[in-house]
């Protein structure tokens, strides 16, 4: 017996996270300069100006530990989103936050629910607490969000040992979100001592009127727990921060199981300032909504099928010829994202890119097709 045999059997049957391919791996195989990387929903405005003003001062002392209690940041985020600063967990990124909830909830005899076609982590952080993932069936064909969440059948797999409901809003990699009143009515009916995880990462890029401010519902259910990022509008995933929102009950047991100094001091400065520039916010969510127009009447042209998308990507149906449509993109520098491992095979991600970079992948595409 090997040192790997002695490992948990859940860690050594985990499939590995297959990220983007990176923008200088694929430069440095091609021999090129130029790529575009429209494969990890990133901002590709990059981010505030305010940010990079933070970074050089705060990158002065980085021979500190970071403040474990990111005082300033939660006194900036509760002011911002009306709650106190006693809710809110920082997270590595909001992945991180994810991970924590699980550890916090989820062992061998536990159940965790989420859909088909959710955001990988759920199955991920799942897995690696031994616990057993329920998993939904995605909305049908004839629903008004095929391959979104379908809350009646997630209902349905409620058990006895379900300690944990994870739900993204909208989702990735489908881009299909949940309206106010569905997801409040379904929040309703969760039994209280479940914790249910609205994952908001896309949340600053979505504008649609019924879609939830889902924190207001925090008073009345105290299993709920509502998770952002820093990575996505605000343009910082590089450095690594996101948070979640919940009760002060639940924000004191995530914080146990949290190593003390996950947000790093360069990502909590920049965080804190990230938030007060709306004016760049606002110019990222206006140019993606002209990116995902743009994308839409492209391929509508086309009669090319895709999944309508409330987030900074879409996903597209290339059908049998995704494979060859990726590599094809890659070999002409651009990188976009297979979902085979979601298990939809017959589409690619697209994250909303620059006018200019949408108009090179569009080229791109023409010649391809
Ligand atoms: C739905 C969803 N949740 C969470 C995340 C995690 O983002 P991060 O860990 O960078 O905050 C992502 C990133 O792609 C996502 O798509």
Known sequence: MSVIDSALLQIRQLQ?????????????????????????????????????????????????????????????????????QNQITIGNGSNDVLDLIARSFLDSGAAAIYSQYAFMVYAMVTQACGAQARVAEAAGSDAAQPYGHDLDAMLALIGDNTRVIFIANPNNPTGT??????????????????????????????????????????????????????????????????????????????????QPFNGNSLALAAARVALDDEAFVEQSRRSNQQGLQLMRAWFEQRGIDYIPSAGNFLSVRFGGDSARVYQQLLERGIIVRPVANYNMPDFLRISVGRKSQLEQMFAALEDIL
């Open 177 to 258: 979100w949940l309206e106010s009143d569905e997801l409040k009515s379904f929040i309703g009916q969760v039994p209280e001592h479940i914790a249910i995880v609205i994952d908001e990462a896309y949340f600053e890029y979505v504008d649609l009127e019924r879609y939830p401010d889902s924190l207001q519902w925090l008073d009345q259910h105290p299993n709920l727990i509502v998770t952002r990022t820093f990575s996505k509008i605000y343009g910082i995933a590089g450095l690594r921060i996101g948070y979640s929102v919940s009760s002060p009950e639940l924000c004191d047991l995530f914080n146990r199981v949290r």
């Open 16 to 84: 590995p996270y297959s990220p983007g391919k990176p923008v200088e791996e694929l430069e440095r195989e091609l021999g090129i300069s130029n790529a575009i990387k429209l494969a990890s929903n990133e901002n590709p405005l990059g981010y505030s100006p305010l940010v990079g003003e933070v970074l050089a001062r705060a990158s002065e002392h980085i021979e500190l530990y970071p403040d474990a209690n990111a005082y300033y940041l939660k006194q900036r985020l509760a002011q911002k989103l009306g709650v106190e």
